[in-house]
């Protein structure tokens, strides 16, 4: 499966795509596979039960599955992402997630970047506008666009020196009412977005279940340093290497061309690791 120049074209300028439908015929799997990830985790954030309170994450998340990391094999994903990224993009991780309620705008790293990055995202309950589904302001993925850089002033309150509500008081609307679209949303539908574009959700329940895949262009020698930076903030999840065991155990040659220059640039993630735990750690010794 490859992207239509007019597809790649739409991501490009407006730096988002879904396809309805795309995983349907696989998406009993998917669901009954996403859960195992959460029981064997003790069902919530790792081995706190989700509490309809407030967002459960795991990282790693198809990395701990072998079926789940046997999608980033699938034709579907990658004919989709060498569309976009070339055939020796990287896979850099995935998470997965119950969220509760609102998830304010945002984006996923809105910053220069050598390399493009995506996400890839399965929400595994119906969601629409009102109930949670994903929210894009098209075009905000641009770095250094005098659109996207005010909506990132505003996201940050740079402009009234506050918060989100700046948008209440630059334009008189709730962050809610900020023009976007929403990317309304069945299982087996996939929607994928730009890492830098501003994106949210609102109106949702309190177990909406979502995983997410992450990929990016493969980095140039000249630029290995900024890799390995974007790793070590990962270590604050106490993460002592990029990948988890079931997807390199379970990879073939094709699927390593994708992990292999992360597996090769991660050796400083465990003392990274070991430093952030001490610290977590060290109020309690007081």
Sequence with gaps: MELTQQQVNFFNTFGYLAFPGLFADHIDRITESFEQVWTTNGGGHYGKPHDNQRRSALIQFIDQDEYLSSLIDDHRIDGVITSLLGNDYNYSGSDGNYYVGDTPWHSDGYKEKSIISLKMAFYLDPVDKDSGCLRVIPGSHIYGDGFAHTLEEVRSGQITGGTQSSSEELWGISPSDVPSVALESHPGDLVMFNHCIKHSSWGGGTRRRMFTLNFEERYSEDNLDELRTAMA??????????????????????????????????????????KKRAEMEEPSRG
């Design 233 to 274: 903030t990962e270590t604050r999840f106490w993460i002592d290497r990029n990948y988890g065991e079931a997807i390199v155990r379970t990879a073939n040659p094709k699927r390593m061309v994708h992990l292999e220059q992360r597996m090769a640039n991660d050796g400083h993630m465990a003392e990274l690791a070991r």
